[in-house]
């Protein structure tokens, strides 16, 4: 039997660059320092599916004890997860899934519930009447599928209120932006959009103030991240009206993952909580995320200050080694 600090995890993320990627690696490494000793393999596919499937190859000659992975999209990267499943390698899939059931345990929020969510608030914020443009994910990648069917049931059926338009940005601000630019007389109509990010949502706001729309348009978002540029400081000052918080499990993930490798007993689905984000509630998020964070950051002084306690320690030992020999 191994030793916890021999442990090797294999993750390979679907994209690494955007502040909610980056978010979760964040508290990845937070949940890992926990476990002194054991290491992650970082693999970025930069959105790119067949440099996913590679880099899983990769991690899979180099032996690795567990895989977590965020598949780009659910198809393509189906039979290489599969196959690292079956031959024993224990899976955690987080926020992205693959389209199999091959995996030992799912780490993440329910997208389609999210979709719902915003649905609900959607309707909420129409009051029976409405044009709504719905901004989506990557076409093949699973919070689409699920965001989108979830959004449409969350609906309210009665009155006028429909999805007049909906159009791919790929996840990608850019692509988002690229793709609103054709839509000028449809955003003209148009009182609600939904995006299935916030990266896509402030893309929309970012449009239609350059295209000069007059029209009061209400943008809702999904993910709800703090700090610089994030989904909470938008819904502060009013770029954007809403966003679902959309945990990254960059935390759940890890333990999840030293509860596999101890042969404790795992959930398969580990689904975890989100919440409507909007004016009335964003102080009081601000607020505890700052909390938070300050107490994030004590953890971090201690064992700063323990690593300097155990050197001190360490080299007092080589001292009282030496004195003995001589
Ligand atoms: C980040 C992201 C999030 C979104 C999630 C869906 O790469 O696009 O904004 O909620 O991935 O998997």
New binding site residues.
């Given amino acids: 039997k191994k030793k916890e600090t021999e442990y090797v995890i294999g993750f390979s993320q ?2 690494g660059s ?4 980056k978010t979760m690696l964040e508290e990845m490494k937070m949940e890992l320092s926990l476990h002194p000793g054991a290491r992650l393999v970082y693999k970025d596919a930069n959105n790119s599916s067949s440099k996913q499937i590679a880099q899983v190859g990769e991690l899979l000659k180099m032996n690795i004890d567990l895989l977590i992975i ?1 598949p780009n999209e659910a198809r393509p990267l189906t039979p290489i997860v599969d196959q690292a499943y079956s031959s024993g390698i224990p899976v955690v899939v987080i ?2 899934k693959t389209s199999s059931s091959g995996y030992t345990a799912y780490v993440g929020a329910d ?1 389609y519930q999210i979709g719902k969510m915003a649905g609900q608030y959607v309707s909420g914020l129409l009051k029976g009447k409405g044009n709504i443009m719905e901004i989506m ?2 076409p093949g ?4 599928v699920e965001r989108e069917r979830g959004f449409a049931h969350g609906l309210k059926k009665t009155g006028n209120i429909k999805i007049s338009h909906q159009i791919y940005g790929d ?2 601000k850019s692509h988002a932006a690229r793709e609103l630019l054709k839509m000028r007389n449809a955003l003209d109509a148009t009182d609600v959009i939904f995006a ?5 949502a402030s893309a929309a706001s970012e449009v239609i103030s350059k295209l000069g729309i007059k029209r009061k348009i209400s943008i809702v978002g ?2 709800a991240l703090p700090g610089q540029g994030g989904g909470l400081q938008m819904i502060d000052s009013k770029v954007i009206d809403a966003s679902m918080l ?1 945990p990254t499990g960059g935390r759940e993930a890890i333990s999840t993952a030293f509860r596999i490798l101890g042969k404790e007993s795992v959930l398969k689905e580990n689904i975890l909580q989100s919440v409507v984000i909007d004016s009335s509630n964003v102080q009081l998020m601000k607020l505890q995320w700052n909390k938070f964070s300050s107490q994030q950051r004590d953890i971090e002084r201690q064992q700063s200050l323990l690593y300097e306690q155990r050197s001190l320690f360490q080299n007092q030992q080589v001292i009282l080694n030496v004195t003995i020999v001589t």
């Fill in positions: 679907c994209v955007d502040l909610w990627r965020s926020d992205r997208n994910g990557l990648s699973s919070p689409t996840w990608l299935h990010n916030d990266q896509m999904v993910d959309y």
